[in-house]
């Protein structure tokens, strides 16, 4: 096991050494000036230099990328130049609860949903419950996310006015205000991944109710929950574990667009804002703590996974 | 890579082709049963059907769009905004507003008719830059074992950014325009696309009759192209598929943040973006361009699953 988990820890370090390298570049090869941003349109070339000069946006990519690295290493991401007297750090970790609780939300949203549909439609295979759902699987996974939210919103919010149209409210305010305004984008998140568990779920379970030991567990006489809960499905949940680490990133990405929706003060909104305002520093930020995490996150669905499933400790070991 | 396109084009017109393979009765009959075979199967899979018919109503409407608009679907009229569906245009302007107009008083009918090119264009775009450069790494990855594990460690960190995070930050360095639009959608679609042939390949690549070229002194190049590649195909058509279906959504997605088509090309995600800030005032204007967003991705998603139901003979033998 210790090698298995020091194997996949050490697959993980090129990949944040690519992925970080990759944020770096790509920003650094944006067209506009940080500098002339930060000083207005008004600016002299004269103080534009010097501005430029005192961020050292003047040095060759080489210096300024090792320059970047060895802040990083110290967990210095650096100042933004748009949100007023705020480190990227800070202004990241400002906006991180309600993308964080969107995303775990979202996340829940989509297993309530989609495990338990997934089985029923395994269960009922070939019968109208199974097509009943399949087809509402298909349509949740064509359904642009945006689209939804606003149909969301013109339903619940502007004709029946029983949710909010818009915003967020923190959990400092009470966590029953913050869920009322985070149930629609909550659901609009988490659909469309909620119908892709669906038919994962359905496929898995096919899959399991065939094996040996499922027809074993029949023939030993168990009742039906028993051998559906406690031999396919346990089986089938192995590989969905996985899903869910990918998940996290479809989720992530995804919270731009829902943020946007429903103008949630997130860290999506925050990414947009970044981007329009050529705050460097801050895209870089934002783009290189999520990719980290998602690497983090299918590191640990990994040792999971390991755990759960004896067989791919040894293969791989 | 001609020999995919094809195929593919020819089963997004499956209901077409009937005619089609009743007129090559005449062929010699090994090849004419074996077609009738696939398209019969086909023509019997309902949502693979619907699917297509789906995609080939809009293939339709994006070429026949000059005929079908009956306003410039750029033209701003600061005198009929908001009007209703249905509702007629104050003069000087004529013609019915089918679906109503937005903020600025353009015809939503003609804008949604107008979007499906670029929709289209997208789709098309990407999935043909997915599947070669897709193709490309993952034959490459699958067969030489010394460059499996670097490229695909650069496929797995590119798969680490969330695609709308990484077409996002594309976008902001490159700017808006359609052909930036299918290069971030493509960069961001191809890693997964090259994973599914290189893991293909893989399982192909220890087979006998791989190992018999080999023995026969057959070159590298040409067992991937002859003997590797058109096992591929089966595979990669349905893959292909998604990618056009993901790039649809993808392409509205960027517009709807206002990153993605330029704001003169009419699109739906930007459309949708437009109608958000006057839900209140005129609802009717995210109707049409939704759905025909979620009809397109619908279609797509319908003939993906149907192709790979039939060309997988694991499912087929369970019908």
């Given amino acids: ?317 | 890579m001609a020999q995919l396109q094809t195929q593919s084009q020819s089963q997004a017109q499956a209901p077409l082709a009937m005619q089609g393979t009743a007129a090559t009765a005449g062929l010699p009959a090994g090849r004419a049963r074996r077609k009738q075979t696939f398209f019969d199967r086909f023509l019997r899979h309902r949502s693979a059907v619907i699917g297509a018919s789906i995609l080939g109503f809009m293939v339709v409407v994006a070429l026949l769009t000059p005929i079908l608009v009956n306003h410039d679907p750029t033209i701003a009229t600061p005198q009929s905004r908001f009007a209703r569906p249905m509702g007629d245009a104050t003069p000087p302007a004529t013609g019915t507003y089918f679906f109503g107009t937005d903020n600025l008083g353009r015809d939503v009918y003609s804008r949604v008719v107008k979007g499906s090119q670029v929709s289209l264009i997208v789709g098309l775009g990407v999935s043909l830059a997915v599947v070669c450069a897709g193709t490309m790494i993952g034959l490459t990855a699958g067969y030489f074992k010394k460059l499996d594990s670097p490229l695909m460690r650069v496929m797995d960190s590119m798969m680490a950014f969330p695609g709308v995070i990484l077409a996002l930050a594309i976008m902001s360095v490159r700017g808006p325009s359609v052909g930036n639009v299918i290069l971030a959608l493509s960069i961001v679609d191809t890693p997964r696309f090259a994973r599914v042939v290189r893991s293909v390949v893989l399982s192909i690549r220890e087979l006998q009759y791989i190992e018999a070229a080999h023995a026969l002194g057959v070159s590298s190049p040409r067992i991937i192209l002859r003997h590797i590649l058109p096992n591929c195909l089966s595979p990669m058509i349905v893959q292909a598929t998604f990618v056009f279906a993901a790039a649809v959504l993808g392409e509205a997605g960027l517009s709807f943040l206002g990153v993605g088509t330029p704001p003169e090309i009419p699109s739906w995600g930007q459309m949708l973006g437009d109608a958000r800030n006057f839900l209140t005032q005129a609802p009717w204007t995210m109707v049409a361009p939704g759905t025909a967003l979620m009809l397109t991705v619908l279609g797509l998603n319908l003939l993906g699953d149907g192709i790979r139901d039939l060309l997988d003979p694991r499912l087929r033998r369970q019908g």
């Avoid at chain 1, 090698?3 to 996949?8: E, N, P, S, W």
């Avoid at chain 1, 659909?191 to 568990?197: E, F, H, P």
């Avoid at chain 1, 103008?263 to 703590?289: F, K, S, T």
């Fill in chain 1, 1 to 317: 096991m210790s090698r298995y988990i020091i194997r996949r820890v050490l697959a993980a370090i090129p990949v944040m050494l690519i992925v970080t390298t990759t944020v770096f570049t790509l920003l650094y090869l944006t067209p506009g000036d940080p500098a002339g941003v930060i000083l207005g349109p008004d600016a002299t070339p004269e103080r534009i230099n010097e501005l430029r000069e005192r961020l050292g946006l003047n040095d060759p990519w080489h210096v300024q990328m090792l320059r970047w690295y060895g802040k990083l290493a110290q967990g210095d991401l650096g100042d933004s130049l748009s949100v007023s007297n705020r480190t990227v750090a800070q202004a990241i970790a400002e906006r991180a609860e309600p993308t964080i609780l969107l995303t775990s939300l979202a996340l829940l949203v989509s297993l309530l949903l989609g495990v338990p549909a997934g089985i029923l439609s395994a269960l009922g295979r070939g019968r109208w419950v199974d097509a009943l759902v399949m087809f509402i699987a298909i349509l949740g996974v064509s359904m642009p996310s945006f689209w939804l939210g606003l149909n969301l919103i013109y339903v619940f919010a502007v004709s029946m006015r029983v949710l909010p149209l818009a915003g967020y409210q923190g959990l400092d305010q009470g966590p029953q205000e913050t869920i009322r305004y985070l149930i629609l984008p909550a659901i609009t998140l988490g659909l469309a991944q909620g119908a892709l568990l669906a038919r994962m779920t359905r496929s898995m379970m096919l899959e399991t109710l065939n094996e040996d030991y499922v027809r074993t567990a029949w023939a030993k006489g168990l009742d039906k929950p028993a051998v559906v809960i406690g031999h396919a499905l346990r089986n089938a949940l192995i590989p969905l574990v996985t899903v869910i680490g990918l998940s996290f990133a479809v989720l992530m990405g995804g919270a731009v667009i829902t943020e946007q929706v429903f103008n949630i003060p997130g860290v999506g909104r925050l990414l947009i804002q970044a981007i329009g305002r050529r705050d460097y520093p801050l895209v870089q930020g934002i783009v290189l703590i999520i990719a980290l995490m998602y690497v983090l996150i299918n590191l640990a669905v990994d040792l999971v996974y390991g755990i759960l499933d004896p067989r791919l400790r040894q293969s791989r070991a």
